[in-house]
């Protein structure tokens, strides 16, 4: 019994057809995803003079004039379209989405209502000015029921078909204009303050982040993102890759079951029912989650001339299945390079003589990644143990989601203890960046076993204090919070430390922590949802 399937149904004969004066000022056809087009199996759109257009994509016809809600009409400033759906902003920010945007137009609807508690926020979301956004929509593509069958997948590091979550994953990323920090708005995450639906100032929550290339220093001027993949470029024409969503980057503990110990070998989950609800009900049956989530891979450059224009799509259910697009000139014509998004595959273009979008890049052969780089954070923590030993942190990055802490004896032998994070599920909304308000986090801390041989050996009234902040064994969970002035770790180990910022270092500039009635509930049923997930055996 097919569940999902693609398709134009009877959209060509029941739309009505674009004025002729405005078809001839679309494209002929939609080859990148950008801010005013893009495409999917069934349907290409287009974006003009703030209305929606759509034609066919697998065959030749001509531009029709889409449905949308009376309210936006004629008020759309950008789209963005991955597979089954579409987002699109008025000049506010305001996002709509368009669920079915695959499906014939009867089937379409759309709905404002952008952000937790699972896609019913009234207030909805932003993206906020200077940013530039984009949609990914990761499907998890049921297509029968009898035998139940589930198709879309992603790949962790170890190399398994993990199953896509139940609903889907739904994200929009969003490049800051300093082009280091790229935030994600998710529709079962925080998107606003309920009580003050009103103020501007509390229309969105931007503390979630996806970790950025190059210990999130890389500066893009553009960002793409497919299936959960986001793609980056640089001026200079530098590119990265990376498979990162809320799931996949370690944090959904309610749905998902994570482990940094290895899961080679172990059998695959055939769906999300058997990973998630079976995982929790008896022993480990199936792999869980590899981490760390797959790292940023670094692209080749296209060898010609391109522009920031970029696209990334979807070319099948798996993660592999992604292809890069650059738009760019070669033998005096405009088109577009493209290729697979595996780094071996070679860039081919393909002309279209449509004009260009954005002016040439400098884009040299050469690997110029690091030119551009934003500055370390400069932000640091320190404790100084009446008994001699020192424990801190330097350059920490509230979004990355690694560490490292060094530990020194009194004698100044040194060991660096390195930090696996990810973000926590949380309610309530949060500041952006570091505030009086603790940014929790979990993961693990882990030590060279050359490092604890040295501590062993050159210090060995320090190895007590190891073992409770890196534990005797490969890695040890940790938990840890953040906060402008301090910053506390508590390892299963029996570890507890807090680090305080050191005396007279500048205070990074935080937005001020507005916390209202509404937080404190989300805050403590968060707690109580961790205080419940402890409960729950781990691996």
Same mark, same amino acid.
């Given at each position: 019994?097919?569940?999902?399937?693609?398709?134009?149904?009877i959209g060509?004969?029941?739309?009505?057809?674009?004025?002729?004066?405005?078809?001839?000022?679309?494209?002929n056809?939609?080859?990148?995803?950008?801010?005013?087009?893009?495409?999917?199996?069934?349907?290409?759109?287009?974006?003009? /003079?703030?209305?929606?257009?759509v034609?066919?994509?697998?065959r030749?016809s001509?531009?029709?004039?889409?449905?949308?809600?009376?309210?936006?009409?004629?008020?759309?400033? =950008?789209?963005?379209?991955d597979?089954?759906?579409?987002? =699109? #902003?008025?000049?506010?920010?305001? @996002?709509?989405t368009l669920?079915?945007?695959?499906?014939t137009?009867e089937?379409?609807?759309?709905?404002?209502?952008?952000?937790? *508690?699972?896609w019913l926020?009234?207030?909805?979301? &932003?993206?906020?000015?200077?940013?530039?956004?984009?949609?990914?929509?990761?499907d998890?593509?049921?297509?029968?029921v009898?035998?139940?069958?589930?198709?879309?997948s992603?790949?962790?590091r170890?190399?398994h078909?993990?199953?896509?979550?139940?609903?889907?994953?739904?994200?929009v990323?969003?490049?800051? *204009?300093?082009?280091?920090?790229?935030?994600?708005?998710d529709?079962?995450?925080?998107?606003?303050?309920?009580?003050?639906f009103w103020?501007?100032?509390?229309?969105?929550?931007?503390?979630?982040?996806?970790?950025?290339?190059l210990g999130?220093?890389?500066?893009?001027?553009?960002?793409?993102?497919?299936?959960?993949t986001t793609?980056?470029?640089?001026r200079?024409?530098?590119?990265?890759?990376?498979?990162?969503?809320?799931?996949?980057?370690g944090?959904?503990?309610?749905?998902?079951?994570?482990?940094h110990?290895?899961?080679?070998?172990?059998?695959?989950?055939p769906?999300n029912?058997?990973?998630?609800?079976?995982?929790y009900l008896?022993?480990?049956?199936? =792999?869980?989650?590899?981490?760390?989530?797959?790292a940023?891979?670094?692209? *080749?450059?296209?060898?010609?001339?391109?522009?920031?224009?970029?696209?990334?799509?979807?070319?099948?259910?798996?993660? !592999?299945?992604r292809?890069?697009?650059?738009?760019?000139?070669?033998?005096?014509?405009?088109?577009?390079?493209?290729?697979?998004?595996?780094?071996?595959?070679?860039?081919?273009?393909?002309?279209?003589?449509?004009?260009?979008?954005?002016?040439?890049?400098?884009?040299?052969?050469?690997?110029?990644?690091?030119?551009?780089l934003?500055?370390?954070?400069?932000?640091?923590? /320190?404790?100084?143990?009446?008994?001699g030993?020192?424990?801190?942190?330097?350059?920490?990055?509230?979004?990355?989601?690694?560490m490292? @802490?060094r530990?020194?004896?009194?004698?100044? $032998?040194?060991?660096?203890?390195?930090?696996?994070?990810?973000? #926590?599920?949380?309610?309530?909304?949060?500041p952006?960046?570091?505030?009086?308000?603790?940014r929790d986090?979990?993961?693990?801390?882990s030590?060279?076993?050359?490092?604890?041989a040295?501590?062993?050996?050159?210090?060995?009234?320090?190895?007590? $204090?190891?073992?409770?902040?890196?534990?005797?064994?490969?890695?040890?969970?940790?938990?840890m919070?953040?906060?402008?002035?301090?910053?506390?770790?508590?390892?299963?180990a029996?570890?507890d430390?807090?680090?305080?910022?050191?005396?007279?270092?500048?205070?990074a !500039?935080?937005?001020?922590?507005r916390?209202?009635?509404?937080?404190?509930?989300?805050?403590?049923?968060?707690?109580?949802? &961790? &205080?419940?997930?402890?409960?729950?055996? &781990?691996?």
């Open positions: 019994m097919p569940l999902h399937y693609p398709t134009t149904g060509e004969w029941t739309l009505l057809p674009a004025p002729p004066g405005v078809a001839a000022r679309l494209p056809r939609v080859s990148l995803r950008t801010d005013t087009a893009g495409f999917n199996d069934a349907w290409q759109y287009a974006l003009l /003079d703030g209305h929606l257009y034609k066919a994509t697998q030749e001509g531009w029709r004039v889409a449905p949308v809600p009376q309210c936006i009409q004629g008020q759309i400033s =950008a789209i963005s379209v597979g089954g759906r579409l987002a =699109a #902003t008025t000049p506010d920010g305001r @996002l709509y669920d079915l945007a695959d499906q137009p089937l379409w609807w759309w709905t404002s209502r952008f952000g937790s *508690p699972i926020n009234p207030t909805g979301s &932003r993206v906020r000015p200077g940013y530039r956004w984009n949609l990914s929509w990761l998890p593509d049921y297509r029968e009898l035998p139940f069958r589930q198709y879309g992603w790949t962790d170890a190399g078909h993990n199953p896509v979550g139940g609903a889907g994953v739904t994200t990323y969003a490049l800051s *204009p300093g082009g280091n920090h790229i935030h994600i708005l529709p079962w995450l925080p998107a606003s303050d309920l009580l003050h103020d501007p100032g509390w229309a969105d929550d931007y503390s979630y982040e996806m970790p950025g290339p999130g220093r890389f500066r893009a001027v553009n960002l793409s993102s497919a299936g959960s793609f980056v470029i640089n200079h024409g530098d590119m990265y890759t990376r498979l990162w969503d809320f799931d996949i980057s944090a959904d503990t309610t749905f998902f079951t994570y482990s110990d290895d899961q080679t070998g172990r059998r695959e989950p769906n029912f058997a990973a998630w609800v079976l995982q008896s022993h480990q049956q199936y =792999a869980y989650v590899q981490l760390p989530p797959p940023w891979l670094h692209q *080749p450059k296209v060898p010609g001339a391109i522009t920031s224009a970029i696209s990334i799509h979807q070319t099948g259910r798996q993660s !592999p299945d292809e890069l697009r650059v738009e760019g000139r070669a033998s005096g014509r405009n088109g577009f390079w493209h290729k697979p998004i595996d780094p071996r595959a070679r860039w081919a273009f393909t002309p279209t003589d449509e004009p260009l979008r954005a002016p040439l890049l400098d884009n040299p052969a050469r690997d110029t990644s690091a030119t551009t934003a500055p370390l954070s400069g932000i640091g923590y /320190d404790y100084r143990d009446p008994a030993w020192t424990l801190s942190a330097r350059d920490f990055d509230y979004a990355s989601d690694t490292a @802490l530990l020194c004896s009194a004698r100044r $032998v040194c060991a660096t203890v390195h930090g696996e994070l990810a973000p #926590t599920l949380r309610v309530g909304r949060q952006d960046g570091l505030s009086e308000i603790p986090y979990q993961g693990i801390l030590i060279s076993p050359a490092e604890r040295a501590v062993a050996r050159s210090a060995p009234s320090l190895r007590p $204090v190891l073992d409770r902040l890196a534990g005797t064994g490969r890695h040890v969970k940790m938990t919070s953040a906060t402008a002035t301090a910053l506390t770790i508590h390892t299963d029996g570890g430390f807090r680090l305080g910022r050191p005396a007279g270092a500048p205070v !500039p935080v937005p001020p922590a916390f209202t009635a509404l937080d404190a509930l989300g805050a403590a049923a968060a707690d109580a949802l &961790r &205080r419940l997930a402890a409960l729950v055996p &781990r691996p």
